[in-house]
């Protein structure tokens, strides 16, 4: 499996659980995205079943050999005591549906009417708990308040403050950061031996300590996209010509990728200003970067149209610029 680089606190605390006997049976993974919930999961799921199973893996952390019996189970996807809710793929193409159905978290009950096999506990990893339709979260609310014997649940979350209060309140909660420089480089490193040390260098500054990140923006460009957000920010748009042109280019379906990073960036961009902003114009930054996370944090949950979308977003950073570059609007 693929190394698990920095976070070295929250395996601390999860390794404590498991070494006094005392490990909390639902375990709220929360950060930004990128930075290694989803493998912390696998990982803690994994370490789990091999060490009840054994042989002892005698490894540190939550690593696990491949050679493991277990291990082999999990990389062949047929491990029977594990269970793993996604996005899945729409029927006939290559996109995810937009959210876990209720039927996939229903599903969970055929892990819980038989008695496990290869030994007693059983692992649920959920990537990511955001994704749940309602229904579904109701469904696996009631396997937190009556958990079955020997079982723990890892949920992944890029918000949880947005999670229902009741599935927050039955889980322990675990905040993992964004990487460190040289975690952040090993990370990179692991990933694309092949690579340049100025595109690590390069990779490391768009991902922000979040390696899932950089690495899904390679080769996207996002180094003129961020010059193109610091234009907006800096002159303005008097008359909407910057961002229209912005918004078309990132409306194409072969510029997904751009957008995604797009509608990352650009609240974090505007972030960035609020920070160096004191008085009124500190109050208007935390405005704009509000209505601008909730526009783009909605934006793929709701499937809107990214060329407005765009527009919308870019018309908020060019509303920081001073006011003889502002756009009226």
């Known amino acids: 499996m693929t190394p698990l680089h920095g976070h070295d606190e929250a395996v601390a605390a999860f390794r404590a659980g498991m070494e006094t006997g005392r490990l909390h049976h639902a375990w709220l993974l929360a950060g930004p995205r990128g930075i290694g919930k989803a493998l912390f999961a696998d990982k803690a799921a994994l370490r789990v079943l091999a060490e009840a199973a054994g042989p002892p ?66 692992a649920v990893v959920i990537d990511a708990i955001d994704d749940l339709e309602p229904g579904g979260a109701n469904a696996l609310l009631k396997n937190l308040e009556e958990p079955p014997a020997d079982t723990i649940f890892l949920l992944v979350s890029h918000a949880p403050e947005r999670l229902l209060p009741t599935i927050r309140s039955r889980c322990r909660l675990l905040r993992l950061s964004p990487l460190g420089d040289d975690a952040m480089a090993s990370a990179l490193e692991a990933a694309v031996p092949d690579a340049e040390p100025g595109e690590i260098a390069a990779l490391a500054g768009i991902g922000e300590g979040a390696p899932g990140r950089a690495l899904a923006w390679r080769g996207l460009q996002v180094e003129a996209l961020d010059r193109e957000m610091d234009a907006l920010v800096q002159s303005g748009d008097p008359v909407n010509a910057r961002r229209a042109a912005l918004a078309q280019s990132l409306s194409l379906k072969s510029a997904q990728g751009r957008y995604e990073a797009f509608l990352a960036r650009a609240p974090a961009r505007i972030a960035a200003e609020a920070r160096g902003r004191r008085g009124p114009a500190l109050a208007k930054a935390l405005r704009l970067w509000e209505r601008a996370s909730g526009l783009a944090g909605s934006a793929r949950r709701l499937s809107l149209d990214p060329q407005s979308t765009a527009f919308e977003l870019a018309g908020m950073l060019a509303a920081l610029a001073p006011e003889e570059g502002r756009d009226a609007a």
């Open 57 to 122: 893996p005698g490894t540190p952390g939550l690593d696990v050999p491949d050679e493991h019996p277990t291990a082999r189970l999990v990389a062949a996807g047929s491990h029977p005591d594990l269970m793993r809710l996604e996005r899945l793929t729409r029927e006939g193409g290559t996109e995810l549906a937009r959210s876990i159905s209720v039927d996939q978290a229903r599903g969970l009950q055929r892990l819980f009417v038989t008695t496990s096999s290869m030994s007693p506990w059983r």
